[in-house]
């Protein structure tokens, strides 16, 4: 089985921290993602990988980037939190693009 | 820009009941996949069922159906006889050239005893 897992489940930080939310896959998938969820919008791409070192900004790039040094790892960095920021965020992954997205458990940041 | 809604917010139904969950989508092309995903409480995002834009047969998975109508652009998802594990978010989502997936709002499911 394709396993996704987020660092945390939990987070709560202050407003101007740096936070850093890592993603692993075990499956060796090329394409991975950041997604935010928030009632009522469903979830908003926030950026993607498709390739060791490749990103692509998604729908809500502002405020964050991401770090993909290595295939099995995708990491989101929200460089000052804002109390914006604070909501669940959900990684995924996929062996290609006709294939369906793995999700992590996701990670609800709160950021005070 | 392609956009999916789903006009359902939460519905509730009775377990061994038959339930539709309802998403139209918007978009001027003609090859692309749609999807319904699950999120049951505190667990993970899961696949429900899949659909090509080009087959014309409705796709099904057990008691998981959909139900297809590409010119209406319609892609409502069908539960029969619900269970109680069927309690979910459940999400409908549409990939077009670029396979980027755009999700609607969600339906939250409630399956009651």
């Known amino acids: 089985d394709v396993k996704v897992t987020q660092s945390s489940r939990y987070l709560v930080k202050r407003t101007g921290e740096k936070v850093f939310l890592e993603c692993v896959q075990d499956?060796?998938?090329?394409?991975m993602f950041w997604y935010r969820q928030d009632p009522g919008l469903g979830l908003r791409l926030i950026y993607f990988?498709?390739?060791?070192?490749?990103?692509e900004k998604g729908d809500i790039p502002e405020g964050y980037s991401v770090s993909r040094e290595k295939k099995e790892r995708f990491s989101l960095i929200l460089e000052s939190a804002s109390t914006n920021q604070t909501s669940m965020y959900l990684c995924a992954s996929r062996r290609d693009p006709l294939t369906e997205q793995y999700f992590g458990p996701g990670t609800r940041l709160t950021v005070t | 820009a392609q956009t999916v809604t789903q006009s359902q917010p939460e519905m509730s139904v009775q377990e061994a009941e038959t339930v539709t969950l309802s998403c139209t989508y918007d978009t001027s092309e003609n090859n692309y996949y749609l999807f319904w995903y699950k999120q049951p409480p505190s667990r993970q995002m899961i696949l429900v069922i899949r659909q090509e834009a080009y087959k014309q047969q409705n796709a099904t998975e057990n008691r998981f159906s959909v139900n297809f109508q590409k010119a209406a652009k319609s892609f409502s998802l069908k539960i029969s006889d619900s269970q109680l594990g069927d309690t979910a978010m459940y999400f409908c989502a549409f990939a077009g050239g670029n396979y980027q997936l755009i999700w609607g709002a969600g339906t939250k499911l409630i399956i009651k005893p």
């Open positions: 990988s498709y390739d060791v070192k490749m990103k």
């Open positions: 499956m060796d998938h090329e394409n």
